[in-house]
């Protein structure tokens, strides 16, 4: 499997993409995280990117991402707001669990809101479907359908008995 090589690859499956605890708040549009490659207290801003970004960005697919590598003295997240607004955030010698225990904290979105959205997206119920607890309890009260034979009787060249029938 191609997609199983490089470094941990556990990073690009499903499972571990879907298993992502941060869920950024509507307001944010872009999220950049500068740091080094090099130096003990860019480490757990390293481990984050690292680790992190993947799943940040699978559950925030409107969420721009950028990361920023060897540009800043010291690691920091900032983020850009649709009003215009910036929040910095300094990751200087945290490590990547502290990182985004303070992420979810701050720009994330709370429990609540996250079982709201997660009702809300449950409860969508199709219109086409019918039968009990649906809009429609027949399909013969949707438009351009048969009425119900046992309101209104078949046309007799529909029904199987009289077809076969009539070619004897």
Known sequence: MPFMKGKAPIRRT??????GQLMLKDKVKIFSVNYN????HHEGAR???????PQIQYKNPKV?????????PSPFIRCYFENGKQMLIDIDSKNRQEI???LTTVVGKSDETLKAEAKLAEKQDNPANFG????????CEVPGQL???????????????FKYQMKE
């Open 14 to 19: 499903l499972q571990y993409l879907n298993a």
């Open 64 to 72: 721009q991402v950028v990361t920023f590598k060897n540009m800043t």
């Open 37 to 40: 490659t090099y130096g003990e």
């Open 47 to 53: 481990d984050f990117v690292f680790w992190n970004i």
């Open 100 to 102: 985004l225990q303070h």
């Open 147 to 161: 009425p119900c034979p046992g309101v209104v009787p078949v046309p007799k060249h529909m029904r199987g008995k």
């Open 132 to 139: 009990i607890g649906c809009m429609k309890h027949c399909i």
